[in-house]
């Protein structure tokens, strides 16, 4: 079974990168995901100015610290999702 993992990744300036950058970027990850195998899954990631927010689906952590070591990507923290929580979730 797998878990949604969030993954804060501390990357300078990563936010000010042209759209060439960044598929530079993706393309280098899906290399290490492809190595990886099928345990392991890249849903989409939020970039900020300083930072990038990856959810991911894994069958452990220890892929998602796999990931970061082959790609060079740092995962300066990583969070097991528990639940989502959105507004459809308040009463009517």
Same mark, same amino acid.
């Given at each position: !079974?797998?878990? /949604?993992?969030?993954i804060e990744? @501390?990357?300078q300036g990563i936010g000010a990168q042209p759209v060439e950058?960044?598929?530079?970027? %993706?393309?280098? *990850?899906?290399?290490v995901l492809d190595e990886l195998g099928t345990d392991i899954q890249w849903l989409h990631s939020y970039v900020? %100015?300083? /930072?990038?927010?990856?959810?991911y689906l894994a069958r452990d952590e220890s892929l998602i610290h @796999?990931? %970061?070591k082959r790609s060079g990507f740092p995962a300066n923290r990583v969070a097991e999702v /528990? *639940?989502?929580?959105?507004?459809? !979730? %308040?009463p009517a």
């Open positions: !079974m797998f878990k /949604k993992y969030v990744r @501390e990357i950058a960044l598929c530079g970027v %993706a393309l280098q *990850s899906n290399g900020t %100015a300083d /930072k990038t927010y990856c959810v @796999e990931h %970061a /528990k *639940s989502v929580l959105d507004p459809t !979730m %308040a």
